[in-house]
């Protein structure tokens, strides 16, 4: 089945530690996008990626940091310099960067500080 | 700044009737219009979509209806039923590909 996989579901951070979450797609999207969801304020887009080994700050990047070596993988890690990170961590693909290309979500990884 | 306002934040509505959710935007650079339906603990799934050069789309149960010139659109969901209970979300899209969401409708359909 072609898709997003986002691990893990649940993950917990202690004070001033780093985590580093998951995403890898199978879909061979260039594309690939990083969201924050809390309650009431929709998603927010963290970062995003065009194409390998590049990738650009969204509205929310403070505190959080990604990487691009491979097409199928976006790794993002929220840094101890993201004083509020408990949220739902969501990531997506698409296609291309254009527009009009819809972009598939992964089910998401819940972070909660310890 | 909230590039799309979303409303209501809730609603309940019965078996059968019909849940219309409303959504505002201001930069008339977005080119693509889609809703997000959301079920707890999962990610966000396409719902329908539409482009600014059509006024409506319609899909089984689900239509959009799109005013440019008012710059809203909206979202009807005919003969709810109650797997329909989710989070809405509206999004408009610019030429990069950026999605912007607004902040979420909860419907409620009860039996």
């Known amino acids: 089945d072609g898709g997003i996989t986002q691990s893990p579901k649940y993950l917990f951070r202690k004070e001033g530690q780093n985590v580093t979450l998951s995403c890898e797609q199978n879909?061979?999207?260039?594309?690939m996008y990083w969201y924050r969801q809390d309650p009431g304020q929709g998603l927010r887009l963290i970062y995003y990626?065009?194409?390998?080994?590049?990738?650009q700050k969204g509205d929310i990047a403070e505190g959080y940091s990604v990487s691009r070596e491979k097409k199928e993988s976006f790794p993002l890690t929220v840094t101890s310099a993201q004083k509020n990170p408990t949220a739902f961590y969501l990531c997506a693909s698409s296609m291309s960067r254009v527009g009009n290309q819809p972009q598939h979500f992964g089910d998401g990884t819940r972070l909660s500080i310890l | 700044q909230q590039q799309v306002k979303q409303s209501p934040q809730s609603l309940i509505v019965q078996k059968g009737g019909i849940s219309i959710i409303n959504c505002a935007y201001e930069?008339?650079?977005?080119?693509?219009f889609p809703w997000y339906q959301q079920f707890p603990g999962k990610g966000p799934a396409l719902l329908i979509a539409i482009r600014p050069d059509v006024s409506e789309k319609k899909e089984g149960r689900f239509t959009i209806s799109f005013n440019k010139s008012a710059k809203q659109f909206s979202l009807h969901i005919m003969d709810s039923q109650p797997g329909d209970s989710a989070t809405y979300f509206c999004?408009?899209?610019?030429?990069?590909?950026?999605?912007?969401f607004g902040a979420g409708t909860q419907v409620v359909v009860t039996p």
């Open positions: 999004a408009v899209t610019d030429s990069w590909g950026k999605l912007q």
């Open positions: 930069n008339t650079a977005f080119d693509y």
């Open positions: 879909l061979n999207h260039d594309a």
């Open positions: 990626s065009q194409i390998v080994n590049d990738f």
